[in-house]
């Protein structure tokens, strides 16, 4: 039968495009395979994740200890390094082939190249770089309820509504909006890579995930590109979305920027091993590097601790570190929004106050 991505009822499962990069899984699948499961749970299907590459067979079964009921496998030598075209003709095969109803990509260098790429050859939707979703609508409902001003309780929403709900932040962070693809499937969505938590991993649920060798069709005619060479940059990037500890800088350094730099370093390296990141003016202003830029257009970060120094606390600050387990707020000015959010809240001038917190760690790590 033809595939048509209107005929909705013929679609089923929720999917998860994993991504290797030289035979490795990557963070996102895992974070992604976890929240999956959850929408799974919700709509009552299989959460399956769906893995291309070359010689992948084997990897494929720790998605599993993450919450995949199975893998679907696309190994062929063609699929050793990403490439538009390859990916998106087997990714878009299998999914004509099998008609899954969800299909979710981690929003990262590929992911943003191959998911709107496949909306267009599947006819379907796609919501780009999602923070937040939900299938189930009592679900929904307290998302809104925990974090929106609507008022929940006037509103006629259709409890029965199965439409995937994308959230994400629009124009400039200033709202956020909640997008469905009611006509079309699968309902696609690039996830933002470090905004869903990684379940624990299971072991015996990793032994019990199922995976299918899925047959890949690739002819010469299919790639318009080849991969002559790899070259990896070797700038050193920061890791920051892995990172337990943050000790994060905002233009509250301006006036001895390089001292203000040092002094998060050390406070980092006291707290035990920290990095330093910084708001986007920080990062404009060429103080710090681009990897290190937490917010809606850098990077989305949850560490154990993340220390904000001079940082206003503007919106699309928050919308990256928010999530953080302790917030610690180090600001001049007892009003600035960063307070909001914080657990434990310091005014003062960070000169004065940073060395003192970083006396008082040593001090307490000797006394140990
Ligand atoms: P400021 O707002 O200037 O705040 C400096 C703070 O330092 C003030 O609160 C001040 O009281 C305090 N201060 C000054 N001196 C001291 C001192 N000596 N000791 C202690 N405190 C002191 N921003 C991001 O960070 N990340 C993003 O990803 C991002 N994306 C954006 C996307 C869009 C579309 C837009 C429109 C904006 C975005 N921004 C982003 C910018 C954001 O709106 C703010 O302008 C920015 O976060 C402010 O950075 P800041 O807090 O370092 O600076």
Redesign the pocket.
Known sequence: MAYNSANIEEFHDIWVFCEQRDGKLQNTDFELISEARKLADQRGSKLVGVLLGDHVEGIAKELGGYGADKVIVCDDPSLKVYTTDAYAKVLCDVVMDKKPEVLLIGATTIGRDLGPRCAGRLHTGLTADCTHLDIDMNTYVQFLRDASTIDVDSQNFDMADTNLKMTRPAF??HLMATIICPRFRPCMSTVRPGVMKKAEFDQAKADACEVEMYPVHISADDLKTKVLEVVKSTKKTVDLVGADIIVA???????DVEK?KKLAEELAEALGGGVVA??????ENGWLTEDR??????KTVHPKIYV??????????K??MQDSDLIIA????SA???FEVADYGIV??????VPKMISAINEAKTAE
């Open positions: 400039g962070g800088v905002g233009m509250g350094i301006s006036k203000g910084g708001s986007r003016p920080t990062i830029q937490v917010g809606q257009t850098g904000a120094l001079g940082i206003s606390g503007a919106i699309q600050h919308a990256g180090v600001n001049s000015n600035a929004p960063i003062g001038d960070l000169f004065d106050v």
